[in-house]
Protein backbone atom coordinates (compact mmCIF):
# COMPACT_ATOMS: atom_id res chain seq x y z
CA UNK A 1 0.00 0.00 0.00
CA UNK A 2 1.43 3.80 -0.87
CA UNK A 3 0.98 6.09 1.52
CA UNK A 4 1.53 9.46 0.95
CA UNK A 5 2.03 12.47 3.18
CA UNK A 6 -0.05 15.33 1.19
CA UNK A 7 -0.17 18.99 1.62
CA UNK A 8 -2.17 21.41 0.40
CA UNK A 9 -0.69 21.51 -3.20
CA UNK A 10 -2.27 17.54 -3.59
CA UNK A 11 -5.47 19.13 -3.44
CA UNK A 12 -5.54 20.44 -6.96
CA UNK A 13 -4.64 17.07 -8.34
CA UNK A 14 -7.64 14.86 -9.33
CA UNK A 15 -8.85 13.41 -6.69
CA UNK A 16 -13.03 12.58 -7.73
CA UNK A 17 -15.43 15.14 -6.96
CA UNK A 18 -17.00 15.69 -3.56
CA UNK A 19 -20.61 15.82 -4.85
CA UNK A 20 -20.61 12.92 -6.96
CA UNK A 21 -20.48 8.97 -4.89
CA UNK A 22 -17.54 6.56 -5.80
CA UNK A 23 -18.01 4.58 -9.32
CA UNK A 24 -20.10 1.04 -8.63
CA UNK A 25 -16.57 -1.30 -9.22
CA UNK A 26 -14.92 0.69 -6.60
CA UNK A 27 -18.25 0.08 -4.49
CA UNK A 28 -17.99 -3.56 -5.60
CA UNK A 29 -14.56 -4.19 -4.42
CA UNK A 30 -15.82 -3.00 -0.96
CA UNK A 31 -18.86 -5.74 -0.79
CA UNK A 32 -16.62 -8.17 -2.11
CA UNK A 33 -13.56 -7.65 0.41
CA UNK A 34 -16.17 -7.09 3.45
CA UNK A 35 -16.29 -9.78 5.26
CA UNK A 36 -12.36 -10.46 4.97
CA UNK A 37 -11.54 -6.89 6.08
CA UNK A 38 -14.44 -6.39 8.79
CA UNK A 39 -12.57 -10.16 10.47
CA UNK A 40 -9.29 -8.68 10.29
CA UNK A 41 -10.19 -5.26 11.69
CA UNK A 42 -11.94 -7.36 14.95
CA UNK A 43 -9.53 -10.15 15.03
CA UNK A 44 -6.26 -9.94 13.20
CA UNK A 45 -3.47 -9.57 15.16
CA UNK A 46 -2.05 -6.71 15.92
CA UNK A 47 0.63 -4.64 13.73
CA UNK A 48 4.16 -3.71 14.61
CA UNK A 49 4.50 0.09 14.97
CA UNK A 50 7.64 1.94 14.66
CA UNK A 51 6.20 5.06 16.67
CA UNK A 52 6.48 5.76 20.76
CA UNK A 53 2.90 6.17 21.71
CA UNK A 54 4.31 7.92 25.43
CA UNK A 55 0.79 7.10 26.84
CA UNK A 56 -1.02 9.80 24.89
CA UNK A 57 -4.65 9.17 25.11
CA UNK A 58 -6.82 8.02 21.99
CA UNK A 59 -10.10 7.20 21.45
CA UNK A 60 -11.49 5.92 18.12
CA UNK A 61 -14.69 6.52 16.97
CA UNK A 62 -16.42 3.62 14.93
CA UNK A 63 -18.14 4.42 11.56
CA UNK A 64 -21.56 3.69 10.67
CA UNK A 65 -23.38 0.65 11.92
CA UNK A 66 -19.64 -0.34 13.64
CA UNK A 67 -18.49 -1.03 17.08
CA UNK A 68 -15.88 -0.83 19.19
CA UNK A 69 -14.81 -4.03 18.06
CA UNK A 70 -14.52 -3.23 14.10
CA UNK A 71 -11.82 -0.97 15.66
CA UNK A 72 -10.09 -3.30 17.65
CA UNK A 73 -7.42 -4.60 15.58
CA UNK A 74 -6.56 -0.83 15.29
CA UNK A 75 -6.52 0.04 19.00
CA UNK A 76 -4.55 -3.37 19.98
CA UNK A 77 -1.99 -2.12 17.33
CA UNK A 78 -1.95 1.33 18.96
CA UNK A 79 -2.10 0.27 22.62
CA UNK A 80 0.82 -2.54 22.20
CA UNK A 81 3.19 0.99 20.45
CA UNK A 82 2.23 2.96 24.45
CA UNK A 83 -0.64 4.69 23.52
CA UNK A 84 -3.79 5.11 25.79
CA UNK A 85 -5.81 3.73 23.40
CA UNK A 86 -9.52 3.64 24.18
CA UNK A 87 -13.31 2.34 22.51
CA UNK A 88 -16.15 5.05 22.35
CA UNK A 89 -17.84 2.65 24.46
CA UNK A 90 -21.20 3.61 23.37
CA UNK A 91 -22.42 0.63 21.09
CA UNK A 92 -22.94 0.45 17.39
CA UNK A 93 -23.03 3.24 15.86
CA UNK A 94 -26.41 4.09 14.16
CA UNK A 95 -26.21 7.64 13.39
CA UNK A 96 -25.98 11.04 14.77
CA UNK A 97 -28.62 11.43 17.63
CA UNK A 98 -29.51 14.85 19.06
CA UNK A 99 -27.66 13.80 22.83
CA UNK A 100 -24.49 11.93 20.97
CA UNK A 101 -22.51 14.84 22.35
CA UNK A 102 -23.55 14.60 26.15
CA UNK A 103 -23.32 10.83 25.68
CA UNK A 104 -19.77 11.29 24.47
CA UNK A 105 -18.98 13.62 27.18
CA UNK A 106 -20.05 11.27 29.82
CA UNK A 107 -17.55 8.88 28.19
CA UNK A 108 -14.50 10.95 28.40
CA UNK A 109 -15.54 12.14 31.70
CA UNK A 110 -15.45 8.50 32.72
CA UNK A 111 -12.29 8.29 31.26
CA UNK A 112 -10.62 10.40 33.79
CA UNK A 113 -7.92 11.55 31.47
CA UNK A 114 -5.30 14.12 33.02
CA UNK A 115 -5.85 16.86 29.91
CA UNK A 116 -7.37 16.13 26.27
CA UNK A 117 -7.18 13.32 24.28
CA UNK A 118 -7.01 12.37 19.99
CA UNK A 119 -9.93 11.51 18.43
CA UNK A 120 -9.70 9.05 15.53
CA UNK A 121 -12.77 8.68 13.78
CA UNK A 122 -13.17 6.56 10.98
CA UNK A 123 -16.09 7.63 8.53
CA UNK A 124 -19.46 8.83 10.43
CA UNK A 125 -17.37 8.36 13.49
CA UNK A 126 -15.48 11.34 11.91
CA UNK A 127 -18.05 13.69 11.34
CA UNK A 128 -18.67 12.88 15.09
CA UNK A 129 -14.98 13.47 16.02
CA UNK A 130 -14.69 16.67 14.38
CA UNK A 131 -18.37 17.64 15.74
CA UNK A 132 -17.41 16.90 19.05
CA UNK A 133 -14.23 19.17 18.80
CA UNK A 134 -16.30 22.09 18.16
CA UNK A 135 -18.30 22.25 21.33
CA UNK A 136 -15.82 20.11 23.82
CA UNK A 137 -12.76 22.05 22.27
CA UNK A 138 -10.67 21.88 26.22
CA UNK A 139 -11.40 17.77 25.85
CA UNK A 140 -9.66 17.36 22.16
CA UNK A 141 -6.25 17.60 21.38
CA UNK A 142 -6.26 16.79 17.63
CA UNK A 143 -9.10 14.60 15.28
CA UNK A 144 -8.04 12.22 13.00
CA UNK A 145 -10.81 11.40 10.02
CA UNK A 146 -10.82 8.45 8.30
CA UNK A 147 -12.40 8.79 4.74
CA UNK A 148 -15.15 10.94 6.83
CA UNK A 149 -17.44 12.97 4.26
CA UNK A 150 -17.15 16.00 5.68
CA UNK A 151 -16.74 17.99 2.69
CA UNK A 152 -18.97 19.01 -0.23
CA UNK A 153 -22.92 17.09 -0.75
CA UNK A 154 -23.58 15.00 1.81
CA UNK A 155 -24.56 12.64 -0.58
CA UNK A 156 -21.18 12.33 -2.12
CA UNK A 157 -21.20 8.48 -0.96
CA UNK A 158 -22.92 4.73 -1.52
CA UNK A 159 -23.97 4.54 2.34
CA UNK A 160 -26.27 7.99 2.75
CA UNK A 161 -29.92 5.51 1.48
CA UNK A 162 -29.16 3.19 4.34
CA UNK A 163 -27.98 5.70 6.70
CA UNK A 164 -31.47 7.54 5.81
CA UNK A 165 -33.22 4.11 6.61
CA UNK A 166 -31.01 3.72 9.71
CA UNK A 167 -31.09 6.83 11.24
CA UNK A 168 -34.52 8.11 10.33
CA UNK A 169 -33.70 11.86 9.17
CA UNK A 170 -32.03 13.07 6.20
CA UNK A 171 -28.61 13.12 5.51
CA UNK A 172 -28.56 17.09 5.34
CA UNK A 173 -31.43 17.65 8.11
CA UNK A 174 -29.62 16.00 10.78
CA UNK A 175 -31.01 16.05 14.29
CA UNK A 176 -27.96 18.64 15.89
CA UNK A 177 -26.84 22.18 13.84
CA UNK A 178 -23.61 21.09 12.30
CA UNK A 179 -21.56 22.64 9.79
CA UNK A 180 -19.13 19.62 8.69
CA UNK A 181 -17.23 21.22 6.14
CA UNK A 182 -16.04 24.03 9.35
CA UNK A 183 -12.97 22.89 10.35
CA UNK A 184 -12.58 22.41 14.48
CA UNK A 185 -10.80 24.57 16.28
CA UNK A 186 -7.92 21.75 17.12
CA UNK A 187 -5.47 20.51 15.15
CA UNK A 188 -7.00 18.21 12.13
CA UNK A 189 -5.85 15.64 9.87
CA UNK A 190 -7.68 14.05 7.04
CA UNK A 191 -6.68 10.68 5.76
CA UNK A 192 -8.09 9.32 2.50
CA UNK A 193 -8.16 7.36 -0.28
CA UNK A 194 -8.80 7.38 -4.20
CA UNK A 195 -9.27 4.04 -3.88
CA UNK A 196 -12.36 4.78 -1.42
CA UNK A 197 -15.64 2.85 -2.90
CA UNK A 198 -18.06 3.89 -0.30
CA UNK A 199 -17.08 7.82 0.35
CA UNK A 200 -15.95 10.17 -2.55
CA UNK A 201 -12.30 11.14 -2.34
CA UNK A 202 -12.39 14.58 -2.17
CA UNK A 203 -15.42 14.84 0.22
CA UNK A 204 -12.76 12.34 2.64
CA UNK A 205 -9.85 14.89 1.80
CA UNK A 206 -11.62 18.16 1.86
CA UNK A 207 -10.62 21.38 0.66
CA UNK A 208 -7.19 23.19 1.96
CA UNK A 209 -9.30 25.34 4.70
CA UNK A 210 -11.36 22.54 6.02
CA UNK A 211 -8.76 20.55 7.63
CA UNK A 212 -4.59 20.94 8.56
CA UNK A 213 -3.44 18.27 6.68
CA UNK A 214 -4.23 15.53 4.34
CA UNK A 215 -2.57 12.28 3.81
CA UNK A 216 -3.46 10.24 0.89
CA UNK A 217 -3.58 6.11 1.40
CA UNK A 218 -4.14 3.97 -1.18
CA UNK A 219 -6.48 1.57 0.08
CA UNK A 220 -10.83 0.52 0.53
CA UNK A 221 -13.00 2.13 2.93
CA UNK A 222 -12.79 -1.02 5.14
CA UNK A 223 -9.35 -1.47 5.15
CA UNK A 224 -8.78 1.74 7.26
CA UNK A 225 -9.23 0.30 10.39
CA UNK A 226 -7.87 -3.01 9.14
CA UNK A 227 -5.05 -3.48 6.77
CA UNK A 228 -0.94 -3.00 8.32
CA UNK A 229 0.01 -0.62 6.12
CA UNK A 230 -3.24 1.89 7.40
CA UNK A 231 -2.65 0.92 10.40
CA UNK A 232 1.24 2.37 10.47
CA UNK A 233 0.26 5.72 8.58
CA UNK A 234 -2.63 6.65 11.47
CA UNK A 235 -0.17 5.58 13.69
CA UNK A 236 2.43 8.09 11.89
CA UNK A 237 -0.04 10.71 12.40
CA UNK A 238 -1.32 10.60 16.01
CA UNK A 239 2.92 10.25 16.85
Known amino acids: MATRFSNLSLLNEPMGRADC ?3 LPLLAREALSFAYMRTSAAFASTVPLDVAGNGRH ?6 FMASDQTTSRLRRSLQDAGFAAHGWGLGRN ?3 KSDIFERLGRRVEELDIDGPLTLVGWSLGGLIAREYAKVARHDVAKVVTLGSPFSGDPRANNAWRLYE ?3 GYKVD ?5 V ?3 EKPPVPTCAIWSRND ?6 SACGQHHESDH ?4 DCTHMAFVAQPDAIRAIAKVLA
Open 94 to 96: KGI
Open 197 to 202: GVVAPG
Open 165 to 167: FVA
Open 179 to 181: ILS
Open 173 to 177: NPPID
Open 214 to 217: QVEL
Open 58 to 63: VMVIPG
Open 21 to 23: APA
